[in-house]
T-cell receptor
Framework: NAGVTQTPKFQVLKTGQSMTLQCAQD?????MYWYRQDPGMGLRLIYY???????DKGEVPNGYNVSRLNKREFSLRLESAAPSQTSVYFC????????????FGQGTRLTVV | DQQVKQNSPSLSVQEGRISILNCDYT??????FLWYKKYPAEGPTFLIS?????DKNEDGRFTVFLNKSAKHLSLHIVPSQPGDSAVYFC????????????FGQGTTLQVKP
């Protein structure tokens, strides 16, 4: 059981380049999320998708776009990367029925130079 | 402003002793609280949770206590083991969507053999 799978695991971008982080879950969860983790700040929500076909902004959405491709997949796009977007990105999913925890992927370490 | 705070960046305890990790929150609308554990280069993994209608929840060596009047929760690990050494994140939810979380900054626990 793979759970939540993120690709790539590591990426180095130059300022201004674009890229898409991919996320897929095999738990049949309705809700999916993208978080970023920076030193001393815990994890912060970038965007989430409560169900297939819907997306909403989280705490720190500027500079990002998302696509809920289907129930399994939720991608995060950086259109023009900036050094401030250097971070570790985590995708997560949860069953929106009742109080159940979110499951996280292993993360993507992104460096923008 | 930080709605969920973990004021101790690090904690060191001896194997077999109790570890107590603390978390404070400011938003009285939070109704579900979770603790996640994170090892280096891995995603956070769910540890234990508590609903705001309870004041205690136990799972094996882990117990979470919630004091709503003080807006404070704590995680007790008894007895502590070297494998418990990790970063612990407190998280809160208030939207009915338990994957849409506000995280604390994390506390690094070191359990010495």
């Amino acid at each position: 059981n793979a759970g939540v799978t993120q690709t790539p695991k590591f990426q180095v971008l130059k300022t201004g380049q674009s890229m898409t982080l991919q996320c897929a879950q095999d738990m049949n969860h309705n809700s999916m999320y993208w978080y970023r983790q920076d030193p001393g700040m815990g994890l912060r929500l970038i965007y989430y998708s409560a169900s297939e076909g819907t997306t909403d902004k989280g705490e720190v959405p500027n500079g990002y776009n998302v696509s809920r491709l289907n129930k399994r997949e939720f991608s995060l796009r950086l259109e023009s990367a900036a050094p401030s977007q250097t971070s570790v990105y985590f995708c997560a999913s949860s069953d929106s029925q009742g109080n159940t925890e979110a499951f996280f992927g292993q993360g993507t370490r992104l460096t923008v130079v | 402003d930080q709605q969920v705070k973990q004021n101790s960046p690090s904690l060191s305890v001896q194997e077999g002793r109790i570890s107590i990790l603390n978390c404070d929150y400011t938003n009285s609308m939070f109704d579900y609280f979770l603790w996640y554990k994170k090892y280096p280069a891995e995603g956070p993994t769910f540890l234990i949770s508590i609903s705001s209608i309870k004041d205690k929840n136990e799972d094996g060596r882990f117990t979470v206590f919630l004091n709503k009047s003080a807006k404070h929760l704590s995680l007790h690990i008894v007895p502590s083991q070297p494998g418990d050494s990790a970063v612990y994140f407190c998280a809160a939810s208030g939207s009915g969507n338990t994957g849409k979380l506000i995280f604390g900054q994390g506390t690094t626990l070191q359990v010495k053999p």
